[in-house]
């Protein structure tokens, strides 16, 4: 079973940024992909960026060009640079391993969320 341990987050202004990082431990042989959802209040949980083991990232389209996803491989850490966030960034954030992108959000493992909050 993998642990999702997962820091950063907090109360950002409208334009800041801040920096999730969200580190593995336990059986991590099935990890390929990392990466982080978010859920906003009232809406259903989405995925905001994905990377795999090979460093091939995925994005939403609502972050595309604002969001970075790294990996540290030595580390089983992945990182999420968020910049130019705005209201509607606003979420708790989940990190999230699993064998793949297109099954971690079934079969994945589950950090505990961090809240994001951005003000306008």
């Known amino acids: 079973q993998v642990q999702l341990t997962e820091s950063g987050g907090g109360l950002v202004q409208n334009g800041g940024s801040l920096r999730l990082s969200c580190a593995a431990s336990?059986?991590?042989?099935?990890?390929?992909?990392m990466g982080w959802f978010r859920q906003a209040p009232g809406k259903q949980r989405e995925l905001v960026a994905a990377?795999?083991?090979?460093?091939?990232?995925t994005y939403a389209d609502s972050v595309k060009g604002r969001f970075t996803i790294s990996r540290e491989h030595a580390k089983d850490t992945v990182h999420l640079q968020m910049n130019r966030l705005k209201p509607e960034d606003t979420a708790v954030y989940y990190c999230?391993?699993?064998?793949?992108?297109?099954?971690?959000?079934?079969?994945?493992?589950w950090g505990q969320g961090t809240q994001v909050t951005v003000s306008s």
């Open positions: 336990g059986s991590r042989f099935s990890v390929n992909a």
């Open positions: 999230n391993a699993g064998l793949s992108i297109a099954t971690m959000a079934e079969i994945g493992s």
């Open positions: 990377i795999t083991s090979a460093g091939t990232p």
